[in-house]
């Protein structure tokens, strides 16, 4: 009978042994699962950042078209009393690239609230710097907050131009280190290694300048060019997609940067911000203290120490202009013809450093020739 002892006493049930064996089992299965699951999750998040990027590409391609012209990474108004030095009027920031691509990423009506011809703090504009925008947040970027978010960086080559502390404006510099108190210290450029460098002798300075321009694909500009600024009030350099001598294939254009974006302790911290720390990234200067001559460059220092793909990770938002992403491995990057491709953080610097460079092949007979690469190289 069912309810005699004698069934009872034959009741089957899991010993001690049989119930740890059961739960070894189900940690193993857990222990192979959970990475695998993980790892499909990151797959789709570096997917729809791939695609993120795809878009941005196309969106610079007919920005291009319609203006015959690349935008500039980044807009200041620079006045004409700092030539001299004097700081009584400061530069004012105005908008960089992610503005001027809103009308092409279906964000018309957010463009259309801006001014340009004002900063970015002013009452029209400060306004409009919280706003998220899904295209330029890749969803891998573990610093995303929801407000002004920006996870891409345009090719600046090795650096940007500043106005110096004696008034030479336009004088390229590249980031060196750090300083006690954690701001980045900038080296001047001798870029044709004749020994000057931002001396104020317009022709000496503009062979560096030239040099300069060939290095990299994006600049910071003055805005308000042709109306209240005349030479050598401003700054205007740009590329059109013709220009690019080594090829589009065969040119960086955006990639992922999680420095840049939202910063909490900055009001201006968000996605339109012009510095050019927070809106390009840069290669690691190849010559040592700046000086380019033949035997003081080095094309291993460009993926290396402080300026290796991924080594800014930890640093904080908007302070570390090199490729930054959350992806194991590598960055996403985007080329000037639009293809999109994963940039493994172990590139030969070499490599690297000639990708940049949208005009790599006139340094040939310089110090800073880069020589021939192939599609197998990177």
């Known amino acids: 009978m069912i309810g005699s002892p004698e069934y009872a006493s034959h009741r089957s049930g ?11 089992v189900l940690s193993v299965l857990v222990a192979l699962i959970l990475p695998a699951a993980l790892r499909v999750r990151e797959m789709s998040r570096l997917n729809q950042c791939s695609n993120n990027l795809r878009n ?13 012209r690349l935008p500039g990474a980044g807009y200041f108004l620079d006045p004409s009393s700092n030539r001299g030095g004097d700081t009584s009027q400061p530069v004012q920031l105005h908008h960089n690239w992610a503005v001027l691509l809103l009308p092409y990423v279906d964000q018309s009506t957010l463009f259309q609230q801006w001014n340009l011809d004002e900063p970015i703090d002013s009452a029209q504009n400060g306004p409009l710097l ?17 407000q002004g978010d920006l996870s891409y960086a345009l090719n600046g080559g090795w650096g940007f131009t500043t ?18 108190n954690g701001d980045w210290e900038l080296v001047k450029l001798d870029l044709n290694g004749d020994g000057h460098a931002c001396s104020g002798n317009a022709s000496l300075d503009d062979r560096d300048r030239k040099h300069f321009k060939q290095l990299g694909l994006f ?3 003055n805005w308000w060019v042709g109306k209240n600024l005349r030479k050598p009030d401003y700054t205007e350099r740009f590329y059109g997609l013709a220009d690019i001598h080594d090829g589009t294939s065969q040119t960086f254009l955006i990639t992922d940067n999680l420095c840049n974006g939202f910063r909490d302790d900055d009001p201006l911290g968000r996605f339109a911000n012009p510095h050019p720390l927070r809106t390009m990234f840069f290669v690691g200067n190849a010559c040592l203290d700046g000086k380019c001559i033949r035997e003081g460059v080095d094309y291993s220092r460009s993926n290396s120490g402080a300026s290796k793909i991924n080594s800014g990770r930890s640093q904080p938002e908007q302070d570390h202009a090199i490729p930054n992403s959350d992806h194991p491995g590598g960055v996403n990057m985007t080329y000037a013809d639009g293809h999109v491709r994963f940039l493994t953080e172990q590139i030969d610097g070499r490599v690297y450093a000639a990708l940049a460079s949208p005009q790599g092949s006139f340094l040939n007979g310089t110090p800073l020739a880069q020589g021939i690469i192939s599609s197998d190289d990177f």
């Not at 941005?56 to 015959?68: G, N, P, T, V, Y």
């Not at 925008?133 to 929801?146: H, K, Q």
């Open 130 to 146: 919280d706003q998220t925008i899904a295209v330029l947040r890749c969803p891998s970027d573990s610093t995303l907050s929801g």
């Open 219 to 221: 600049f910071v500009e």
């Open 56 to 68: 941005l590409s196309i969106a610079m391609m007919q920005f291009e078209q319609d203006h015959h």
């Open 163 to 180: 106005r110096t502390t004696d008034g030479v404006g336009d004088c390229p510099v590249a980031t060196s280190h750090r300083s006690e």
């Open 14 to 24: 899991l010993t001690l042994i049989e119930v740890l064996v059961v739960l070894s």
